[in-house]
């Protein structure tokens, strides 16, 4: 169903920076010890909302040690050549990916799609509508905010987000600090873009169920983003994992960023209640916020496999360097 991945390339195998047999002891098959692992499946770049470029990103990623890393955009792919390209050079494994908005509920949910045969299938129309609903959505967020007293939101958001990449809530966060309205971004969200605001526009996105279908009907994984991160009720973020996985999700972020160890063990028993499989990343933006890339709370002993185990990523815990997916350099464009 999906392509052969290219497990090293001749300048990936070149700049190896680790022997094998040390990866292997960072991707175990189970979860069996207090331990940190240098892989991060959850990373933004300037291809959405994040401050480094999908090069920069990657060199920092192989800076601090990352063997393993995903490149999970808001709802595009963008970047995933550009990081490709780094990943060899840097000898780290790269997995293609992206971060879906979805709903479910009413509420607006994450799904990060976990791409190994890179951008195919569904995917490709999937991100399509994605991007049309992103830019439909923008102009709503702005006559929203224009009525509230950010006159020009769009062309301010615009600025602020450079290129002409599909605005999100941030560029208008920070449209709405340089105009004075709210004197920092904390302020934007918690008054205007935060959920529930009037700046909070989601109807635009697909439901959850829907996106996950895209996801695994073209070769990859889908993994439920941050589920600590939405403010459910146990039983109702019980309720949201089910339909994920009806839906043919597979994982679930079991340590996002940084998490308190008691509500990790608890969220590890409902992963393990209905066989999912579990993911970690750091969800990492700009440099100077808490989440660098790879620091993550540790992942607790449980018996939810890790997500690399999963056979469509199984070849990920082999892999000695260079990246997944993509095709080989002399075949870019
Ligand atoms: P969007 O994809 O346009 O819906 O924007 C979502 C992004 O906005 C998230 O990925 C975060 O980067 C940021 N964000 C959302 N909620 C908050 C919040 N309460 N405080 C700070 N940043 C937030
Ligand atoms: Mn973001
Ligand atoms: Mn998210
Ligand atoms: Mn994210």
Redesign the pocket.
């Known amino acids: 169903m999906f392509n052969t991945p290219i497990l090293n390339s001749p300048h990936g195998v070149m700049l190896m920076p680790l022997l094998p047999n040390a990866l292997a002891s960072v991707l175990p098959t189970a979860f069996d010890a207090d331990q940190r692992y240098s892989v991060d499946l959850h990373m933004?770049s300037t291809a959405?909302?994040g401050a480094l470029s999908p090069t920069d990103l990657v060199t920092l990623c192989a800076g601090r040690g990352l063997t393993h890393m995903a490149l999970t955009d808001?709802?595009t792919m963008e970047g995933v050549e550009e990081a490709s390209r780094a990943a060899q050079q840097a000898g780290l494994c790269l997995v293609p990916g992206c971060?879906l908005?979805t709903r479910w509920q009413g509420i607006?949910i994450?799904v990060v799609a976990l791409m190994p045969g890179g951008l195919q299938g569904p995917m490709i129309e999937g991100l399509e509508q994605q991007r049309e609903a992103?830019i439909k959505?923008a102009e709503v967020i702005a006559e929203r905010l224009e009525k509230m007293g950010l006159p020009n939101a769009l062309e301010k958001a615009r600025a602020q987000a450079g290129g002409d990449r599909p605005?999100?809530?941030?560029?208008?966060?920070r449209a709405l600090v340089a105009e004075g309205v709210v004197a920092d971004?904390?302020g934007?969200?918690?008054r205007y873009?935060?959920?529930g605001k009037k700046g909070?526009v989601?109807a635009h996105w697909p439901e959850i169920s829907e996106a996950v279908g895209w996801v695994v009907a073209s070769g990859g994984v889908a993994v439920l983003a941050h589920p600590l991160r939405y403010g459910l009720t146990r039983r109702k973020r019980g309720l949201l994992m089910d339909t994920f996985m009806e839906a043919g999700g597979q994982g679930v972020e079991l340590v996002s960023g940084q998490q308190n160890p008691d509500a990790t063990r608890d969220l590890a028993r409902q992963l393990v209640e209905r066989e999912l499989y579990a993911s970690l990343g750091s969800?990492f933006?700009f440099p100077g916020s808490h989440a660098a890339p790879g620091s993550m709370s540790p992942v607790p002993r449980t018996a939810a496999p890790p997500i690399w185990q999963h056979p469509r990523l199984a070849h990920l815990r082999d892999a000695p360097s260079g990246m997944l997916g993509a095709k080989p350099l002399n075949q870019l464009s």
Do not use: I, Q, T
């Open positions: 933004h959405s909302d808001h709802d971060e908005s607006n994450h992103r959505r605005l999100g809530r941030p560029d208008f966060a971004w904390a934007a969200f918690k873009l935060g959920s909070d989601k969800d933006h």
